[in-house]
C-alpha cells in the first residue's frame, strides 16, 4: 500500500498558481515532517520544502522562496503546496516525502515516498 498520496498538478501558465495536496494514507504523519521534492526530465530530484511536525516550522529551497508556501492539516493527514507565480523552470514531477532521517533537505532521509504528481508550466 502507498502510504502517500499527491493530487493537484496540471498544465498552468506562467505566472499562474496550482496547489498540491498530499494525503497520508494506512498510516498517521501527524508526528513526523514531510517534504516536497521535485524532479524534471533529465536532471536529478531536488528539494522543494519542508514542514515539520506541528507545522511550526517550515524549510525552503532558494529557487522557490517568496513563491512556494507549504502547510498541513494533521487532522486530515494532508500537507499541501501553494504554489505561486510559477515559471517554466519549476516544470517537474513533484512528490511527497515524510518521516525524514537527520535532515529534511536530503532526499535519501526520507522513509516514506509518493508517487508524484505531475506540474508543467506553459510560457
Known amino acids: 500500500q502507498v502510504p502517500l498520496v499527491e493530487t493537484g498538478g496540471g498544465l498552468v501558465q506562467a505566472g499562474g498558481s496550482l496547489t498540491l495536496s498530499c494525503v497520508a494514507s494506512g498510516r498517521a504523519f501527524s508526528s513526523v515532517a514531510m517534504g516536497w521534492f521535485r524532479q524534471a526530465p533529465g536532471k536529478d530530484r531536488e528539494f522543494v520544502a519542508a514542514i515539520n511536525w506541528s507545522g511550526a516550522n517550515s524549510f525552503y529551497a532558494d529557487s522557490v522562496k517568496g513563491r512556494f508556501a507549504i502547510s498541513r492539516d494533521n487532522a486530515k493527514n494532508t500537507v499541501y503546496l501553494q504554489m505561486n507565480s510559477l515559471k517554466a523552470e519549476d516544470t517537474a514531477l513533484y512528490f511527497c516525502?515524510?518521516?525524514?532521517?537527520?535532515?529534511?533537505?536530503?532526499?535519501?532521509?526520507?522513509?516514506?515516498w509518493g508517487q508524484g504528481t505531475q506540474v508543467t508550466v506553459s510560457t
Open positions: 516525502a515524510a518521516e525524514p532521517g537527520l535532515t529534511v533537505y536530503n532526499g535519501g532521509s526520507y522513509k516514506y
